[in-house]
Structures are given as C-alpha cells and as structure tokens.
C-alpha cells in the first residue's frame, strides 16, 4: 500500500494524490435558475376600463395615461392605523391663557393692518 494523501476524483472515478488534484469548476451558477422578471401574466381585467390584458407593461401604460396609481393587495393598507391621542393639559392650558386674556379684555381684531 503506497503511504500519502488521496483524494477521490469523481471525473476520473479513481484516487489521485493530493497534490495532482485539481478541484472541477462548476459548470454554472451557484443559485438554482435564473430569476426571470417576465411581462407576462394570466388575463387580467382592468379596474380602470374593464379591458382584459396579459401584458403588465400595457396594463401599466393605460394606468399612467389615465393618472391613477397601481396599489397592490398590501395587507398593511387594511390595517386600521392608531389616532393619536390629543395633549389634554396641552389644550387646558390654551384654553386658560385664552380666557385670561380674554378676560383682561384683550380682543382679537380680524380687520388687516394697512400700511
């Protein structure tokens, strides 16, 4: 039994000494395909002017002639958004000043200043 270092070569279906291995080149891409962003899709009908469609880009065109806004089924768009809540004393304490003021007897003048 010869004494070393071996490695299995799947090419060549047989062991070669390390040295002489040369790892094979892979023969594509590390990702499984191509990702392809096609203009195609199953027939459509228009929200807009009820027109069956399969192309997006046509779609699309007749959305920016009529210049309206492509929105999507975004679930967050259901979601119903949290009110902000008003500064109670904030509110409280205008409405003091206010009444201060009003009773010290300063009125507001809606007439403009002229010049």
Known sequence: M???????DKERCELVPADEY???????SALG????NLDTMPETQSMLDGKSYTSKSKLRQTYREAG???VGDDPQRYKPREKAKPDRKKIKEAI???E???NAGRRFNPTPVQN
Do not use: H, S, Y
Request: hydrophobic share 45%.
């Open 100 to 102: 201060a003021e009003f």
């Open 96 to 98: 003091g000043k206010a």
């Open 2 to 8: 010869i004494r070393g270092r071996w490695i299995w």
């Open 22 to 28: 040369q790892r094979p080149v892979p023969k594509r």
């Open 33 to 36: 395909c191509p990702m392809l």
């Open 68 to 70: 309206v806004v492509e």
